[in-house]
């Protein structure tokens, strides 16, 4: 008997999927940022909140980052439909914004707040920690063969992402700087874990 899918266990926890990526080159390398699955995946981190454990999946293994997206009751990230689903699809037939349950947080705060605040902007309001480096030094790293901080980076992002979700599933809204620097709030209505 093959296997059944989309079929959950009514026993086992939901297991909610946190979930970013960084690239080996950047959108200048690839000639724009049209061409998002040109830039190949350096290394990939998800949480589980099933598992309750990271995972980090590199260009090697990314066959199973994909089919640990897929077997997520949800999916969450940080523009992670628009560009980390865009850039995995070199890697696979799947059309994965349409096939993937997903709950992005950049998108969501663009409805609500009228435009796409950086992750690191709603982290500081929000959270008062930000994140530890941006997407150029992590190709940088890249380069520079220092995966164990680029794997440290991207983990930070998904724990980043992982507790601006918490708090705005308690708090029923995130901060974040506005073009001004000044905090603003916005409503959420983001499913808990």
Same mark, same amino acid.
């Given at each position: 008997?093959?296997a059944?899918?989309?079929?959950r266990?009514p026993?086992?926890p939901r297991d909610?999927?946190?979930?970013d990526?960084e690239t080996q080159?950047?959108?200048?390398d690839?000639?724009?940022?049209h061409r998002?699955?040109?830039m190949?995946?350096?290394?990939g981190?998800?949480?589980?909140t $099933?598992?309750g454990v990271?995972e980090?999946y590199?260009?090697?293994t990314?066959?199973?980052l994909?089919?640990q997206?897929r077997?997520a009751d949800?999916?969450i990230?940080?523009n992670?439909?628009?560009f980390d689903?865009?850039?995995?699809?070199?890697y696979?037939i799947?059309?994965?914004?349409?096939?993937?349950?997903?709950?992005?947080l950049?998108?969501?705060?663009?409805?609500s707040a009228?435009? $796409?605040?950086?992750?690191d902007?709603?982290?500081?309001?929000t959270?008062?920690t930000?994140?530890t480096a941006?997407?150029?030094q992590?190709?940088?790293?890249?380069r520079?063969?220092?995966?164990?901080?680029?794997?440290r980076?991207?983990?930070?992002?998904?724990?980043?992402?992982?507790?601006?979700h918490?708090?705005?599933?308690r708090?029923?809204e995130v901060k974040f700087?506005?073009g001004n620097?000044?905090?603003?709030?916005t409503?959420?209505?983001?499913e808990?874990?």
């Amino acid at each position: 008997m093959g296997a059944v899918y989309g079929t959950r266990d009514p026993v086992m926890p939901r297991d909610y999927l946190y979930f970013d990526l960084e690239t080996q080159r950047s959108a200048g390398d690839v000639g724009g940022w049209h061409r998002k699955s040109e830039m190949r995946m350096s290394v990939g981190v998800t949480f589980s909140t $099933r598992l309750g454990v990271y995972e980090i999946y590199t260009e090697d293994t990314v066959d199973r980052l994909i089919d640990q997206l897929r077997t997520a009751d949800l999916v969450i990230g940080y523009n992670h439909i628009n560009f980390d689903y865009q850039v995995l699809m070199r890697y696979t037939i799947l059309d994965l914004p349409a096939q993937l349950p997903s709950l992005d947080l950049c998108a969501e705060l663009e409805r609500s707040a009228g435009h $796409r605040p950086k992750l690191d902007h709603v982290a500081m309001a929000t959270l008062q920690t930000g994140k530890t480096a941006e997407g150029l030094q992590a190709i940088q790293w890249w380069r520079e063969g220092r995966l164990l901080d680029l794997a440290r980076y991207c983990c930070h992002d998904v724990k980043v992402t992982r507790l601006v979700h918490e708090y705005g599933v308690r708090h029923s809204e995130v901060k974040f700087y506005d073009g001004n620097r000044r905090v603003r709030s916005t409503p959420v209505k983001w499913e808990a874990p």
